[in-house]
């Protein structure tokens, strides 16, 4: 943003560290580590991270389940999208939404874009559902 916009505050809106980074804002930043952490520990397991390499390697790595990478690019997906959006809310002055509702918020989008697979009749994704709610039951 400063290369941007040398008049920009450089802080984090989410949680006022000092200098806003594509590795603070995913995931180093308080806030949005406790809704990457809501949402996707259950599914991730030992391989959960808040570090940005460690979770771009995760969801790149094709050797993992169909369904497991699925339901982790979507989360991450979804995540950086409603991270950054309530991001520039608040930069613009709008009520803040808390991590919990967020991460409830997300959780919904994601479970209504599987069901809409599932809806459309596609079966590749039959057990991804499933296997969402069983890795929610686990956080």
Not at 21 to 47: D, P
Not at 60 to 81: C, E, G, K, M, V
Not at 116 to 124: A, E, F, H, K, V
């Amino acid at each position: 943003m400063l290369t941007w916009n040398v008049g920009v505050n450089p802080s984090c809106v989410l949680c006022s560290h000092p200098m806003e980074t594509r590795n603070h804002l995913f995931f180093e930043c308080i806030y949005s580590a406790m809704i990457w952490k809501a949402l996707v520990q259950g599914l991730l397991g030992r391989k959960y991270s808040t570090d940005w390499q460690a979770i771009v390697s995760i969801i790149s790595d094709s050797n993992q389940p169909r369904i497991f990478l699925f339901l982790a690019r979507y989360a991450f997906q979804a995540t950086i999208h409603s991270i950054w959006k309530e991001r520039n809310a608040r930069r613009h002055g709008e009520q803040p939404i808390s991590p919990n509702l967020l991460a409830v918020l997300i959780d919904k989008m994601i479970r209504n874009r599987v069901s809409s697979i599932r809806m459309l009749g596609d079966r590749t994704y039959e057990e991804a559902l499933h296997t969402w709610f069983a890795a929610r039951q686990n956080t």
